[in-house]
């Protein structure tokens, strides 16, 4: 399996732009998280689905924010407008269900900068 | 929410030294995991812990899930170069299902030639 496969690797904005990041989930698995990082505060949960139903988007910043997963093999995470503030590492990760549903495989992560 | 107090931030050590950092929580979990994340990359799972007291090994490190619940240690022996890299304790304190990890800050490790 090519594993949690994330686009773009890298994205550069100007403030008050649309950003859309893309997520593939592993084959099979059936959660899909969004994290971002940042130096300040690390790891943050923003949202997560199970089953292509989001089921906590309590760690999404503001409106700003959206997230969908349309199918079991592709979701968004949308930010309009997007602020200096926004910049950061977010990552995707998936897992399944069951035990293994704790381990959660992440993919390579899409570094933003909003200018 | 939980908090997770990982320490140390960082670490400074000779090729070969072994490493131990850990990872305290407010309250009890019951999943530990330990990842490990390469400059440009997302963590990658290293351990998994799932019971009070259990001690895991994979290769070089061995992690254990402590007694109380409420925190887990990380030990790398005879570190390598390829070690280098950003430490992460995370916790999950549902039963069941999958829920967000909740991540340390993790834990810079550097080796020094």
């Known amino acids: 399996d090519a594993g949690v496969i994330q686009s773009p690797r890298h994205e550069v904005t100007e403030m008050g732009q649309e950003v859309t990041l893309r997520c593939k989930p592993i084959?099979?698995?059936?959660?899909l998280f969004w994290y971002r990082q940042t130096m300040m505060r690390g790891l943050e949960l923003l949202i997560y689905?199970?089953?292509?139903?989001?089921?906590?988007d309590s760690g999404m910043p503001e409106d700003r924010f959206s997230a969908k997963m349309p199918n079991a093999s592709f979701s968004t995470l949308k930010i309009q407008p997007s602020e200096p503030r926004d910049s950061a590492v977010y990552f995707c990760?998936?897992?399944?269900?069951?035990?293994?549903?704790?381990?959660?495989?992440f993919g390579a992560g899409t570094r933003l900068s909003v200018l | 929410g939980q908090q997770l107090n990982q320490s140390p931030q960082s670490m400074f050590i000779q090729e070969g030294e072994d490493v131990s950092m850990n990872c305290t929580s407010s309250?009890?979990?019951?999943?530990w995991l330990w990842y490990k994340q390469d400059p440009g990359e997302g963590p990658v799972l290293l351990i998994a812990?799932?019971?009070?007291?259990e001690l895991t090994s994979n290769g070089r490190l061995t992690a254990q899930f402590g007694i109380t619940r409420k925190d887990s240690f990380l030990n790398i022996s005879a570190s390598i170069p390829s070690d280098v890299g950003i430490y992460f304790c995370?916790?999950?304190?549902?039963?069941?299902?999958?829920?967000?990890?909740?991540f340390g800050k993790g834990t810079h490790l550097i080796i020094q030639p």
């Open positions: 084959s099979g698995h059936d959660y």
């Open positions: 689905f199970n089953n292509n139903v989001p089921i906590d």
């Open positions: 995370a916790g999950l304190d549902s039963g069941g299902g999958a829920d967000g990890l909740t």
């Open positions: 812990l799932y019971k009070a007291g």
């Open positions: 990760a998936s897992s399944r269900s069951g035990r293994a549903a704790n381990i959660q495989y």
């Open positions: 309250s009890i979990f019951n999943t």
